[in-house]
């Protein structure tokens, strides 16, 4: 209520229309919501918003770009497949946020793999280099950077995050 107060508080020259106050900077109102019909009739009324936009949710595609965008920057193993995971999340009804929860899953999984990998092979170690983490209780050094994001990490999440790992993903 507290935003259709403030839309009809708005002057009838805002915007960027035909008869616009030119001295008043146009005015773009984004919103989003889960389904075309959710939004509130009050808000879809005549008068209020000019263009109403409803965009559908991200094709496997849109969802693979997306992933090669968030993982730009994160250590993947050679055998990870963007696409395939992509088109996991799609199928589960996946959206961009789906896709930043998986990876942040799958980098801890990877990392929870480093640390227990450090704990085999080095118990007690203490770290020589910036590169090596440690808690403080004195568990063993891990180097960060031997450590990357394997394809089945990935495929974990998106079952973690996203449910149904039933089919032939593992």
């Known amino acids: 209520s ?23 900077p146009p005015i773009m109102l984004i919103v989003s919501c889960p389904a075309v019909s959710t939004p509130d009739e009050a808000l879809l009324r005549p008068g209020r918003l000019e263009l109403h936009c409803a965009l559908g949710p991200p094709t496997a595609q849109d969802l693979h770009e997306i992933l090669q965008l968030m993982t730009f920057s994160l250590p993947l193993e050679p055998d990870v ?31 929870r793999a480093g640390v227990e990998s450090a704990e085999e092979k080095e118990a007690g170690l203490v770290p020589t280099t910036e590169s090596q983490v440690s808690s403080e209780r004195g ?19 998106v079952g973690t995050k996203l449910g149904g790992l039933d089919g032939p993903l593992l």
Not at 82 to 106: F, K, P, Q
Not at 143 to 157: E, K, M, P, T
């Open 2 to 24: 507290t935003l259709l107060n403030e839309l009809d508080g708005i002057s009838s020259g805002a915007g960027a229309g035909a008869g616009a106050d030119p001295a008043v």
């Open 81 to 111: 497949d963007l696409a395939s995971i992509a088109l996991a999340a799609h199928s589960r009804g996946a959206v961009a946020a789906d896709l930043r929860a998986i990876t942040y899953e799958a980098v801890m999984q990877a990392l």
């Open 139 to 157: 568990a063993p050094a891990v180097d960060v950077s031997s450590i990357a994001i394997s394809h089945r990490q990935l495929l974990v999440a």
